[in-house]
């Protein structure tokens, strides 16, 4: 009877089920400006997976309260726990990253157990691995890895399913390998590192190879007590960090890999569709496969045939009557006003999708309250499936 | 005297000169992603500028927001003017880069700028900027430091208030207190006096943290645990802007039966026929109740996630949504309502 439509998105549509029913596919990442709903939408994709045979690992970052209970994850300990309530033959086991967990089975993982533990103590590394912006980034990319290796050797999961971190730059997870590469292969871990390997020697070479007003400077800024904190991490930390690098490269080229399907979270608004173009964009530089764009809280339009400044023109004539016409007329400026952000959020997705030709789209209508229980979270799976 | 459309405003109360946040010289605007944290800041420099004051409005994040709010080009980093308020004051923007910052700071603090291209070159200015995490928000903060300083020492280039559109709320106060990280790792030394001196502007009350906020479930969540951990670390928390709000489109007694399903539907048909509309009335009165019961369920919400709110106990700004997005005209209204509200 009545007419309920969403955004026209001159688009092909974004076909989750398919992406589910494709074995092949074994990684999905969900990636996104910060408050668009990207846990969420990571969240109900793999449900979704679940309950159609899909046995599914879902990381999570740094999720809200009520979405984490919602599939029964009360504590923060880094390990997948299976969450109860799944129909059908398929799993799904959840978990949320714990950045700094991750980061000391790096090291022990890497190092022999004397060396490990002067890592741990180390001041600077524990200011490092708890407390700095930008560790995150790191540490999803390497347990991402780590979830797939285990999925690989005992068939644990066949599908994984990655939120991303809420980055000043979403993608920055991307640079990793490539930062750290340069890292470790430049010259100036070696100027990091030379204080720890014997004090004036290590100095006295760099400076010989034209480093002295570089060291003078580090001195300078540092004091040489970091510097020799420093030092002594990056000396002891230095195998670790290779083992680490290879595993960011090899998760890397993971992300390329036909296997992976990225999908673009966004809201129609005009700072998240910019931080959307912007990872589509990245996405194709970097030879990422993307499956296409789901955008979260589009208002829903009621009565489309109705414009909104019919409604205007219709409550203006209404106003000063009886209680029901003065009703009728608030009733019809509560449709103007939504039929004035539907069409703003159309003229947005517009202009994405002309800038974006054949990237597919599916769209959720705005939810009145956010996501408590896992039957919300297929409520807003069934939403997503129907592009 | 200057005669602009602003002063005509009622709520434009020109009498009222003290400021609300006395002694405050930075004000810095974190807020749940998607909540409106740049144009809030961008408003409360604006609303602070009026009446011949100069504000500086800085951003962190590299995402060139301020220049598109302002409908400029893309913003090198160098102080530059962005907008006139009322009353002849002028609103600054400086997108900071952390690059640039770093050698900055080293010009600054030790006079070592040609050493920039030597550390450029060996990979240095890189890992401080990008690979060692937390640097980065070392010299973000260091450079807002720097510009209360310019107060201070009665600079002839200082501005009467810094605008910090910040880090979101996940991650304020970490990128607030990094410095006092970092003077826990230097003990001592010039990065541990630096640090110490930072956490002097920003730990104290010349700092205030506003917080950037839906009427919705997660953001409010959000701001409440932000503002549990920037008092945990002792920064000093501001306000909370209420964002995006809707008004009021219905009474008590309307909600109550639009939520029950009970609106006289066949009545608002005729009325609605009665006004002229060209689709079928019943159609229409069916989905205006749908509608009403939506914004119900909506209006519902936002009164709780209010209550929340209120338990704060903090000076809240309530601002409305803008059904047409932010635009300049939009933001020197947001502005003007934060004046009426007394913010300057």
Redesign the interface.
Known sequence: ????GQLSVDAPPLRIDSILGDRSIRIIVCTG????GKTTTAAAIALRAAEQGRRVCVLTI?P???LAQAMGLTTLDNTPRAVEGITGAGSLDAMMLDMKRTFDEVVEAHSDPERAQAILAN??YQ??SS?????QEYMAMEKLGQLRTEADRDGTWDLIIVDTP?A??ALDFL?APA??G??LD???IR?LTAPARGAGRGIGKIAVMG?G??TG??S???????LS?IGNFVAAIDTTFGGFRERADATYALLQDLGTSFVVVA?P????L?EASYFVERLKADGMPLAGLVLNRVQ?V??T??SGE??I???D??DD?DE??S?????????A??Q??AS?QQHLAERFTAAHAGIPVTTVPAL???VHDLQGLREVGQLLAEA | MHTSPWTADPDYAETVTQTRWPGVALHVVSGKGGAGKTTIAAALALALAHDGKRTLLMEVEGRQGIAQLFDTAPLPYTERKVAVAPGGGEVWALPVDPHEALLDYLEIFYNLRRAGSVLKKIGAIDFATTIAPGLRDVLLTGKACELVRRIDKNAPDAYQAIVLDAPPTGRIAKFLNVNSEVSGIAKVGPIHKHAELVMSVIASPRTAVHLVTLLEEMPVQETVDGIEELRADGLPVGGIFVNMTRPAMLSADQLVQARAGTLPLDAIAAAAAAAGVRTDPALVAAALGLEAREHAARVDLETRERRRIDELDLPTFTLPMIPDGIDLGALYELALLLRSKGVR
């Open positions: 009877m009545t007419v309920r400006a910060g408050g668009v740094d809200a309260r009520r001041p600077f200011a490092l407390s700095f912006a930008g560790t809420p000043r730059n640079d930062r750290l340069s890292f430049g010259r100036f100027v480093f007003l570089f400077v580090l300078k800024i540092l004091g040489a007590q970091v904190d809201t608004e005009r700072d998240a910019r829903v009621t009565l045939e109705m019919e409604a023109a219709s409550a004539r209404l009557g029901i016409e009703l009728t007329a608030a009733l019809l400026r509560l449709h006003q939504r004035q952000i703003r009145a309250e956010d």
